[in-house]
């Protein structure tokens, strides 16, 4: 798997160059502090670099944990326009649109609307959501066309990361102003909706590069006519909306300081325009709004200076800030109430400074130190029965040390130190060995320790639906009692192999993970023949689960013209949930279990048969599943993607025109069983000059 055209470009002839790629393109890591014995043409062969593990430059057999590269031939090759759905590639991974225009996303289970165990960056910006941990995707100001690769770590790796990266770390590296000089036009149209046009500049000369990305964006989801609902009975049935538009502005600048420093700036904005919600029997569907506005804004800069051959540090800064709106008078006359305000407001922000620094000591030993300052905010009347504004500082100290005491074995260890506004201070170790049986084939052994502290809603969401009146029709959600964070011991028995003559390459993993002070929600009886519903929820410490597998992953490029990616998990997962001041959690204790399908498996292969033609296939199966809190339990399934592409030149302009069916094998439940996926064809079109 190679990491995209910064890692597999041949003409830049130095790796100095390559290096500087790297680094501007926002990765944690740069490649200039590489092991003293690197050479050049260890960059450019067939193993990948990856720069998100250890923050620390490595060829991906001596990272110390496994992860997935999605590079750029991967990305072109899925079809896919939505970034979530590029997760289908990672082994492990489930994937689902939820409603109101949100992803869910699990990796061994647990996953639920929120997908808040993941730690999710773009070029060093954390992005998932202070209020429920979740990740916005559909209003993130980013174009698929702006992306250099994607790197997913799997497993936690708290030790550099800190809170949130638990499960996984999901790093989106975008490509820098010089690789993208010009002008670029992409364009889609489908059935359910699919409309899509992006138009990116990119100018400048000399030191300082820029790009400008704009982009419009709209999609039907699902079928809107459900009357075959399997859950609750003919009240669900009815129509369920979910189609979007959202509308991105982005900018970025390279500026090359010097020879040894250079800086970089960034911005988006987005808006969205989004229908969502239900119409069913069900009178209560009407407390959830039709229309929804959602917006989104941030800014970063960075800093990256090269010391000396051994020591380069990176400065960044940035702030970020999503609103939510959507606004609706819920007519509940019949079942004797009357109108109920529905208000969904919400503005969350997250200010962050972060100092990363590479260190060089020796030929055998380099590490990577630094420490992270960050502030979020979070106001929601409707979710904190409040008009205050809620808001917490953390503090975040790391450091990681790689040592190779022979020429066979790499030792890593590195730990995190993290006071947060919610839980105090935790500790976040780990530790991994690499031995080298044979050049190409290296074993792994690896043990990490990570928590991940309540969000604001889980601490003090207060969740109430008031009458026009002033009084109060329900009370869904109470404050906690003080949670505790939640922690896992993950340890892992892996292997990387790579046969040069076959072109291939292997990554298979074993895994073993203990989850302990879980946090769920824990129903209580609400003694109020008034409320609209006999019961109120309050998230606590509920209990542990466990989880123990494998995983295997596979890249293969015979020839030229074939590239196959292939990957197989199987997960094994138990909870144990109750104890004393718990009141109910019998959902858990049956759900947890099945929220990881037994086995999935996945494969994208693509052949270029010559004249720029291009065929792919993508093939995934999973077994049935259930997604935690607001999902339901989804069937096993099938999913066939196909496209066909060509791409020739006209005028001075580079084209590629393409056609594209999912989900051709038949519709498919995600998420609910009224959100159905159903067969469908867009065409693309893009040039570039």
Known sequence: MRTGNAVNSRSNG????????????????????????????????????????????????????????????????????????????????????????????GYHGLGDAYSRRFQVLVDGRSIYSPHYGSVNWTDLPLSIDDIERIEVVRGPDAALYGANAFAAVINIITKTAAQVGGEFVSLQYGEQGMRGATVRHGGGDGPLRYRLTASAQQRDRFERDITTKTGAGVGDNGQYFEASKTYFLNGRWDWQLSADSDAMAQFGVSQGDWKAGKQTLDPRSALEPRTQDSGALYLQVAHHKIESARREWRLQAYHAQNRFDANAAADLTSLGFGLVNVDQYLLQTRSNVELQVNEQWRSDLRGVWGGELRRETVGSPQNYNSGRTLSGELARVFGNVEWRPHDRLLLQGGTMLEHHYFTGTDLSPRIAANFTVVPGHVIRLGVSRAYRSPTFFEQDGNQVFVLQSGAIADVVTVPSDGLKPERVLSREIGYVGHWRAARLEMDARLFMDKIDDFIGQDKYNFVNDGALRPNEFKYANIGSARSHGGEIQLRWRPVHAVDVSAHYARVFLDAHFGGAGIHNVINFNKDVPVSAPRNTWGLLASYSPGLGWQASLGLWRSDAMKWLSEGDITQAYNRMDLRLARRWTWEGREVEAAVVGQSLLGSYQEFRDTNIFSRRVYGSLSLAW
């Open 14 to 105: 130095t790796l100095g160059t390559l290096a500087r790629a790297l680094c501007m393109g926002g990765a944690l890591a740069c490649a200039p502090l590489a092991r003293a014995d690197v050479t050049e043409s260890e960059f450019l062969d067939d193993i990948p670099v990856v720069l998100s593990v250890s923050r620390l430059s490595q060829p991906v057999n001596e990272a110390p944990a496994a992860v997935t590269v999605i590079d750029q031939d991967m990305i072109r090759a899925s079809g896919f326009r939505d970034i979530p759905d590029l997760l289908r590639l990672v082994p492990g991974f489930s994937v689902a649109y939820t409603r109101d225009n949100t992803w869910a996303a």
